[in-house]
T-cell receptor, first 113, second 114 residues
């Protein structure tokens, strides 16, 4: 099926690291993305990783990809209250020119001051 | 550069009515995609357009339709509304269709069906 799974909720203290996990389904996925959604807003692209990479770091964000297990994670260092939001992983699949994304179920990150 | 705009932002309709939502992509972008977001089903792909042609369609009934105009603006239409159509409808624009294309999302239209 097309299900991309994420844990529903994560609570951390300000200053700690957050790790949000995602399990995707299609081993032929070419790009994997992390989006952030704040209340009342659309989706903001945080970062992405190409499927031939294992890791990508972008300032406070680190993405790890385990293709064998189809597991993707997003680590946010020094988490701030402004990071409180819903985080979605998404995959784009091979097979023609398309921007279609398959989104995960979303993880609500709550940052306690 | 202005971002993706969606109108209206909020809409209340009753069952059986029809609705049209509008999306204006970022200037110069030629691809528009639509997604439905609900608490139960999450984010689901509706369709995508490029150069006025529908290139891909999600698994939604025929009541959901869309189109794209020559200026790349897009509309989606839902006929014979059902309660389950209540959702946040998001559109995303990107320069074109490719294996990788950053997509920019609008704020969405919140549709409530009573």
């Amino acid at each position: 099926g097309e299900d991309v799974e994420q844990s529903l909720f994560l609570s951390v203290r300000e200053g700690d690291s957050s790790v949000i996990n995602c399990t995707y389904t299609d081993s032929s996925s070419t790009y994997l993305y992390w989006y952030k959604q704040e209340p009342g807003a659309g989706l903001q692209l945080l970062t992405y990783i190409f499927s031939n990479m294992d890791m990508k770091q972008d300032q406070r964000l680190t993405v790890l990809l385990n293709k064998k297990d189809k597991h993707l994670s997003l680590r946010i260092a020094d988490t701030q209250t402004g990071d409180s939001a819903i985080y979605f992983c998404a995959e784009s699949r091979h097979g023609g020119a398309t921007n279609k994304l398959i989104f995960g179920t979303g993880t609500l990150l709550a940052v306690q001051p | 550069k202005a971002g993706v705009t969606q109108t209206p932002r909020y809409l209340i309709k009753t069952r059986g009515q029809q609705v049209t939502l509008s999306c204006s992509p970022i200037s110069g972008h030629r691809s528009v995609s639509w997604y439905q977001q609900t608490p139960g089903q999450g984010l689901q792909f509706l369709f995508e357009y490029f150069s006025e042609t529908q290139r891909n369609k999600g698994n939604f009934p025929g009541r959901f339709s869309g189109r794209q105009f020559s200026n790349s603006r897009s509309e989606m239409n839902v006929s014979t509304l059902e309660l389950g159509d209540s959702a946040l409808y998001l559109c995303a624009s990107s320069p074109g269709l490719a294996v990788y294309n950053e997509q920019f999302f609008g704020p969405g239209t919140r549709l409530t069906v009573l």
